[in-house]
């Protein structure tokens, strides 16, 4: 009798080994190598003689286009992070840390969308049908008529929802946890994983329901299992946050049917998650506008403009090598700008810490932070404040050039809007306000910008504001 063929498959990654091994050669994690039978489930060998096909209908390019209908939840920042809410037949996958709360979002919005009479199911395979019933009382959503379940069987799960109607939003917490009998594997393996979803994909897409996958994140901050799993669903969203504070970032990552970097603001209370539809004011709550090394980025989020408090702190060192903590940046940009202020702008920062943070715990990947970066550094090196009524934004180039950036305008309005009147931007934007009345000072190059946060150093007497206007 021939010997069962087995393969040994990473969880983190998907790739295959003929044999198992402590380290994975495709991701280079170790001990993540597990032994999955490949008889079964989706990629499966030749097992099973496979039938015959049928024709499709073949049609043209050309004809009505249908949009398709969207599943308002009537949660504005959980729409706007959607694209306009969930499209009929989609499947989303929402990714967060343990606790940072995916399943108080989805227990909210599957409230507010059954109070507008649609049918929605919600399957828990992490938590029994009363831990549920405890989460929805303390929301306030147990009068609601979404329909709860307790099961982690493929199989089962789709049989109960072809049982009845079909639902109008399905929810899935979590994908880690469901198994299938055509996988020979443990529950969170990479088989039954990409089985699963597979499944729900395939029932999505028959019947017109939309769905949403709860995916557990590595330490890494990305969604476990293989990234297969990403590709094959409709939408991508991340649920960020840090514990020590008390607001919630709904990002969205990948989504065809709406743009991509929208993001939604939550405030979390002990009654769940609260809008914030104006983010700039949360981040700015706390903002001490006389201390040195704070300036005020105006970036933006998709299409929303946000306003966050950029913190730094340059101190002597007495160690060989000087410190560079940094909490909400990408370490290697400030590696380049500190880089670029010694070469072009003579800032010695070679005996001296240096301790970069985003206020509120805030993320920033944008580029156009470069110009905040910078002078909340030569502010904390020279001891003198920023103008307090001023935000900061442009890129800078390895040459010291400040370099524009796009959607000055938005960013602009939003700035007067929260009673900012002034700003430092780069000389050669475009698509300025018209008929605004803030004090915008063109930055051609850093030097420019030194000299200037330098000059209200020496003129304490002043107000530091003086210093930004034009010559």
């Avoid at 709904?250 to 979390?268: A, H, Q, S, W, Y």
């Avoid at 609260?274 to 005020?296: M, Q, T």
Wanted: include cysteine; proline fraction near 5%.
């Amino acid at each position: 009798m021939a010997k069962p063929k087995t393969q040994f498959v990473c969880q983190n990654c998907g790739t295959v080994h003929n044999r198992w091994a402590g380290k994975c050669d495709g991701c280079g994690e170790w001990n993540t190598i597990v032994e999955e039978d490949p008889m079964g489930g989706i990629g499966s060998g030749p097992g099973k003689v496979p039938k015959k096909g049928r024709a499709v209908t073949l049609t043209t390019l050309s004809g009505e286009i249908e949009e398709a209908p969207r599943v308002h939840t009537g949660i504005s920042e959980l729409d706007r992070a959607t694209g306009g809410g969930f499209v009929r037949g989609s499947v989303v996958l929402i990714g967060g840390d343990p606790g940072i709360g995916k399943s108080t979002l989805l227990m909210q919005a599957a409230a507010a969308l059954s109070r507008r009479k649609h049918r929605i199911i919600y399957v828990s395979g992490e938590e029994a049908v009363a831990q549920v019933r405890l989460r929805a009382q303390r929301l306030g959503a147990a009068d609601s008529d979404v329909l709860l379940a307790a099961e982690t069987n493929v199989e089962d799960i789709l049989a109960t929802l072809a049982e009845d109607k079909r639902p109008d939003l399905v929810i899935i917490d979590s994908i880690q946890t469901l198994w299938s009998d055509t996988a020979d594997s443990a529950p969170g393996t990479v088989t039954q994983v990409r089985t699963g979803v597979q499944a729900m994909i395939r029932f999505a897409k028959q019947t017109g329901a939309a769905m949403v996958l709860v995916g557990h994140v590595t330490k890494e901050g990305q969604i476990a299992g293989p990234r297969v799993v990403e590709h094959m669903v409709d939408a991508v969203l991340y649920f960020e946050g840090d514990r020590g504070h008390h607001y919630r970032i709904l990002r969205t990552v990948k989504n065809r049917f709406g743009p991509t970097d929208e993001i939604g603001v939550f405030e979390m209370s002990d009654m769940g998650l609260r809008e914030v539809s104006n983010p700039s004011e949360l981040f700015l709550g706390e903002r001490n506008a006389k201390s040195p090394g704070a300036a005020v980025f105006a970036g933006m989020e998709g299409t929303r403009p946000v306003l966050v408090e950029v913190q730094a702190l340059v101190a002597p060192t007495s160690l060989g090598t000087p410190r560079r903590a940094v909490v909400g940046w990408d370490s290697s940009r400030l590696a380049m700008i500190l880089a670029v202020l010694e070469a072009h702008c003579g800032v010695r920062l070679g005996q001296h810490d240096v301790y970069l943070n985003i206020a509120g715990g805030y993320r920033i990947s944008e580029p156009a932070a470069d110009m905040a970066i910078a002078s909340a550094l030569v502010s904390s090196l020279a001891g003198v404040p920023l103008p307090a009524d001023f935000v900061f934004f442009g890129e800078i180039s390895l040459s010291g050039a400040v370099r524009p950036v796009s959607q000055t305008a938005q960013r602009l309005k939003e700035a007067e809007k929260l009673g900012f009147s002034g700003a430092m931007l780069p000389a050669s934007s475009a698509e300025l306000p018209k008929g605004s009345k803030g004090r915008w000072t063109e930055i051609e190059d850093l030097p420019d910008l030194v000299s200037r946060i330098a000059g209200s150093a020496k003129k304490l007497g002043k107000q530091a504001e003086d210093t930004f206007e034009d010559d």
